[in-house]
């Protein structure tokens, strides 16, 4: 950690967010590179097929696809489902990708107002939207956060004969009921850019249990080749390959995937527990049955402050940088999608305004989680 001072406070800093390597595990990554770059397998070789099959076992599914982007997995999964000119269930409160993926797969997205709850989607708003064109729903894991009513959204899109694709690129190795984010639904999607819980530079990877979703994903991630040694273009594919030094960091990043949670879980107690005597801010709770890998600490705040005016306070007296939001404005309102607009989805709105996120890290301290409740403490309470 830095040992620069902050001048007001005289603590050192506390960053928003840390990418944490040991040293042994950039050597062990340095070495293998080494080793492609002397062998030339770049690209779609060993590592990456380690890669697919460690982080298959650890979701619990049969199927892994290891791509260059959480974009990348979106795209192809929408893309094998066949989403052109149907609509797609996406929530506004997500990151631009889940619901430009739709787009750049051909189909409309249809925003969802926002479940205060989880910051993910309510049963009841998936029943409100669902019209004959809905081919399926986007489920998003907003903060690491798997929804209580997650079997309840299952249900629904059982009952209705739509399918479900989990954006989990927040959610590498949260649970509910022993089930981890990514099996789900028909597929998953993560992200491994380098703000995620466990990252490998930039990549993506679809998880899934079909086995024809599967194949068709190989396929959409070459160039749309129907096999890697023929020429035969079969789909609108594009380069969505994953390169073996990126799986490389991929496979070191995952093995100290489990530990890291544990990490971030144990800042997350530090901050229940000191938050619980405080009205103003409202955390975001974990289901007793569920596991959060708190890739963001999601606090609500009783009142609309002006969080800009917070965020700059917190870093110029305290020395703590606030997270990003999850997220700062809805999609709904992006003007990118003005095409797609709704009625008002005014949760979403609110939820958006009144959030905060904590700094959350694997290497961060106990007193560097109270230097930002006290920071907090100061500046809200
Ligand atoms: C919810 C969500 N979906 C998709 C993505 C896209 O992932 P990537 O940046 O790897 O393309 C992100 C990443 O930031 C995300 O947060």
Request: net charge neutral; with cysteine.
């Amino acid at each position: 950690m830095s040992i620069e001072k902050n001048q007001k406070s005289g603590a050192a800093p506390v960053p928003a967010a840390k990418i944490d390597f040991a040293p042994e595990d950039r050597q062990w990554i340095a070495d293998r590179i080494q080793e492609v770059l002397a062998t030339g397998q770049l690209t779609l070789g060993k590592y990456g097929l380690e890669f697919e099959k460690n982080f298959a076992s650890y979701v619990g599914v049969k199927h892994c696809v290891a791509v260059n982007s959480g974009t990348s997995s979106l795209e192809i999964i929408l893309r094998a489902l066949g989403v052109e000119g149907k609509d797609v269930l996406v929530p506004t409160n997500t990151f631009f990708a889940t619901a430009a993926a739709v787009v750049h797969a051909g189909g409309n997205p249809v925003f969802m107002d926002t479940d205060p709850e989880s910051f993910g989607t309510a049963p009841e708003e998936i029943e409100r939207r669902i019209t004959p064109k809905t081919a399926g729903m986007i489920v998003v894991h907003i903060g690491g956060l798997v929804s209580r009513r997650m079997p309840e959204l299952q249900e629904i899109a059982r009952k209705k004969g739509i399918w479900i694709a989990e954006d989990a690129a927040h959610a590498h190795g949260s649970s509910l009921g022993g089930i981890k984010a990514g099996s789900f639904g028909i597929a998953g999607s993560f992200s491994f850019y380098p703000t995620k819980v466990m990252t490998c530079g930039e990549g993506g990877m679809i998880t899934t249990n079909d086995d024809k979703l599967a194949e068709e994903a190989r396929i959409y991630r070459d160039q749309g080749k129907a096999s890697f040694l023929q020429n035969a273009h079969t789909r609108m594919g594009y380069n969505w390959r994953m390169s073996e030094p990126h799986a490389i960091i991929g496979v070191k990043h995952l093995e100290r995937l489990p530990n890291m949670i544990v990490a971030r879980q144990r800042i997350a107690a530090v901050y229940d527990e000191a938050l619980r005597g405080m009205n103003a801010l409202n955390p975001m709770a974990v289901p007793g049955d569920g596991a959060s890998n708190f890739y963001k600490y999601v606090v609500t705040m009783r009142d609309k402050v002006d969080r800009k005016r917070l965020k700059g306070e917190l870093r110029e007296r305290f020395a703590v940088s606030l997270s990003g939001e999850v997220y700062e404005e809805p999609l709904h309102r992006q003007p990118v999608f003005e095409a797609y607009k709704t009625a008002p989805l005014p949760v979403s709105e609110d939820c958006c305004a009144r959030q905060i996120c904590l700094p959350v890290f694997a290497s961060m301290t106990n007193m560097q989680a109270m230097q930002v409740v006290d920071a907090l403490r100061a500046t809200i309470a």
